[in-house]
């Protein structure tokens, strides 16, 4: 997509390197038995080795968050051929069916806890990027104190510039915030392709400016980042409201399953 300037929108610049140095994470390992501690403490994990079946994510969030596990959604092949990047972003989706007259969610904006399973790495590329939103809005409101308070004190579309949405897909604008934080107090930090200003919004030009200065910020970010690989058998774990996630290109085929679940803590 293009900017109100001309660039394409989320473009690397070297003058906000500084803001986002250090906010990459490469996650740290253990074992199923370790990981629910880990997770609580860092908000990501990595666990190794957990064997070649992507059933493997029902039992670790059965696992890892216990009791607060909330709902699960169907496990979903990610992967492909000859990718290009995948920037940063969160996963969540509306999507809806209609099962014997019963609308049932089979995808939901707010799932908060994402799980990976690398079932068969790329021979090139396709090395995984995570960027700690936190830290990062920390810097902002820091830093940019006029770009957080956009993030934090205005809603945008967040879907507004998908065209032709998939079949279950609702066509009513997704109005949240970049930025926001659950009844229970938990923040969510967010990121979107399609983000656009609210549909009529009297300040469209300086909100659409906002939305491109963050995601050249998140292009810095990716770009700034440290690389780590998943290899088959591999398990990612991550709070998918704090852990804005990407990876590189890739070459050949490479083949991951993704589940994400909701918690007692979701919005």
């Known amino acids: 997509m ?9 473009e690397a610049r070297p003058e906000l390197k500084s803001l986002v140095d250090e ?12 990981a629910r501690e880990v997770l609580a403490r860092d908000g990501v994990v990595r666990i190794p080795g957990a064997g070649p079946d992507p059933e493997a994510m029902v039992v670790a969030a059965a696992t890892l968050l216990g009791g607060r596990l909330r709902e699960l959604f169907g496990i979903r092949p990610q992967g492909g051929t000859d990718s290009p990047v995948l920037g940063l972003h ?14 049932v969610r089979l995808r939901d904006p707010d799932e908060d806890f994402l799980f990976m399973h690398c079932t068969s790495p790329a021979p090139s590329g ?24 956009f993030l934090t004190g205005c809603d945008v579309d967040f879907f ?8 279950g897909v609702p066509s009513t604008p997704l109005l949240r915030r970049m930025i926001e934080h659950t009844r229970g107090g938990r923040r969510a ?3 979107s ?9 009297p300040y469209w030009d300086t909100h659409l400016e906002h ?4 995601a050249d910020v998140l292009a810095t970010a990716f770009e700034a980042a440290p690389r780590f690989r998943l290899e088959s058998g591999d398990l990612l774990v991550l709070d998918n409201y704090r852990f804005l996630h990407g990876r590189d290109a890739f070459t050949g085929s490479r083949e991951l399953h993704v589940l994400s679940v909701r918690t007692t803590e979701a919005f």
């Open 90 to 103: 969160n996963d969540g989706a509306f999507l809806e069916a209609d099962v014997h007259g019963r609308t």
């Open 23 to 34: 906010t990459g994470v490469v996650p740290r390992a253990a074992s199923l038995g370790e």
């Open 2 to 10: 293009t900017g109100t300037d001309g660039r394409r929108r989320g």
């Open 160 to 167: 507004g510039s998908r065209t032709n949405p998939p079949r």
């Open 193 to 201: 392709d399609y983000a656009l200003p609210v549909p009529r919004e």
């Open 189 to 191: 930090v967010r990121a």
């Open 211 to 214: 939305i491109e200065s963050y």
């Open 126 to 149: 396709g090395d995984s990027v995570l960027v700690d939103g936190y830290v990062l809005a920390e810097r902002l409101a820091a830093e940019h104190p006029s770009l957080h308070g």
